[in-house]
């Protein structure tokens, strides 16, 4: 299949090692992907968020699917413009990526399909913002309503710190202030046609920047696959994963549905597990990064077919997509000062070492090419992946390959899937 991935991130070098693992081989195409994708396959300098432009090239390029990473071209209307012309896409058009692009829109479909979450109200003053946060107590939980790449979100007991945080976004638009959930984080993934779900294998993600959850929230520094506790709690991953379709997942895509705006596409539930049940804290309309690397590798159908086949309304009847016992934990390598402005422009050494680790592959979040030389282009710069028959072996894989990495001011955690190991 000749196939263009929409992207540049760690996120999107997974999909490719993914696809790229098939047989036959697929003709794999690239926009603007990063230096380590480019060197798996063809890059072109296309802006991905310019409906017409991607249009043109899947057009004049013989597309025969195409594969949106980030939220950026959902929220763009790539998908919706890409559809109209008769080109499968996987992503949401405009409208269903609103799930994820606001957070109010997110809130009203889970209400009105009856889908749990935490209470939350909207504030478009700091007086209302402040009247919930007294409602709700500490510890405060404060969202900006519209995309924030992973920063507008702070939990927090200092009540002045949420004003602050609340007063800096409502500058951009309404805030949501929302009851503090506590709990484990799953993140699951499902395909979804508009009408059917197939899941994927649950991941745990690690928002924050610090070991033992220390420091700001991220976009993720660490994930790992499967979550072997979900068994303790649930009986099996199964009767989670079920739970989850029945009471989240296919409330959500029939209330689009119904609202003629289906979801096609990767819906991402985010999900704490409270005492009292499972709870959405968010959805995304693509694959979560870094989980995907620790999901994607553990893959044995080809996700080719089943990315095909969620974009044309054939997933019904389909069986479930199956995944290796192997494990999986990703551990990502960040810039100096990320999450905050990162320092870019250093020089990474050390890549061949650590891709030599059995097991280990490396996904390029932000890498560039300068005079020959392989550079830091943004935050969050490799993620460093590796496979194991258990927690302990994919661990020990994962940070031998990381410490084998040289990026000055380089910051990475050491706690990653230690919960699970041992
Ligand atoms: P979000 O961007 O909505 O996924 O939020 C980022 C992180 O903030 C989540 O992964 C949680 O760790 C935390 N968070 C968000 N909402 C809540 C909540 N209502 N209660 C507790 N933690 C939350
Ligand atoms: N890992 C969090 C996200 O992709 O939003």
């Known amino acids: 299949m000749r196939i263009l991935v929409l992207g540049s991130g760690a996120r999107e070098h997974a999909i490719i090692t993914a696809l790229l693992r098939e047989e036959p081989a697929h003709d794999i195409v690239v926009a603007p992907g990063n230096a380590g994708i480019a060197a798996d396959v063809r890059a072109v300098a296309l802006d991905p968020n310019d409906p017409a432009a991607v249009t043109n090239f899947a057009n004049l390029n013989n597309i025969e699917l195409v594969v949106v990473g980030p939220e950026a071209p959902l929220v763009a209307g790539v998908a919706d413009a890409l559809r109209t012309r008769g080109i499968p896409v996987f992503g949401p058009g405009q409208s269903a990526a609103a799930l994820e692009g606001s957070k109010t829109f997110a809130k009203r479909i889970m209400d009105e399909a009856g889908v749990p979450t935490g209470r939350a109200l909207r504030a478009g003053s700091l007086a209302e913002a402040e009247a919930a946060l007294d409602e709700y107590g500490a510890p405060y939980v404060v969202k900006a309503d519209g995309l924030a790449a992973g920063k507008g979100v702070l939990v927090t007991e200092d009540r002045d710190a949420a004003l602050a945080h609340a007063t800096y976004w409502l500058q951009h638009g309404s805030v949501l202030i929302e009851e503090f959930l506590d ?32 420091g700001p929230n991220t976009g993720g520094m660490g994930a790992y696959s499967p979550l072997p506790w979900l068994a303790d709690r ?84 389909m069986d479930r997509p199956e995944f290796s016992t192997d494990v999986a934990v990703t551990v990502v390598l960040a810039s100096e ?42 935050g969050r710069v490799l993620s460093v992946v590796a496979a194991g028959v258990d927690f302990d072996e994919a661990r020990a894989r994962a940070y031998e390959a990381i410490g084998r990495i040289t990026l000055e001011g380089g910051q990475f955690r050491t706690d990653i899937a230690a919960r699970v190991a041992g």
């Open 234 to 317: 649930f009986g099996s991953e199964q009767a989670f994963v079920d739970e989850v379709i029945d009471t989240i997942a296919l409330p959500t895509v029939r209330r689009l549905a119904a609202e003629d705006t289906p979801f096609i596409g990767l819906l991402y539930c985010g999900l704490i597990l409270t005492d009292a049940g499972i709870r959405v804290i968010e959805f995304n309309a693509r694959f979560g990064d870094p989980e995907t690397q620790v999901v994607l590798p553990r893959l044995v159908t080809p996700l080719s077919g089943l990315l095909l086949a969620a974009s044309s309304g054939e997933l019904g009847g």
């Open 337 to 378: 000062n990320y999450p905050g402005t990162p320092v870019t422009g250093r020089r990474i050494g050390g890549l061949d070492a650590a891709s030599a680790v059995p097991g280990v592959s490396i996904a390029h979040a932000a890498t560039s090419l300068q005079g020959g030389e392989l550079v830091a282009s943004g």
């Open 183 to 214: 709990g484990q984080e799953v993140s699951l993934f499902l395909l979804s046609d508009g009408h059917n779900v197939l899941p994927l294998s649950p991941a745990q993600d690690y928002k924050r920047l610090g070991d033992g959850d220390a």
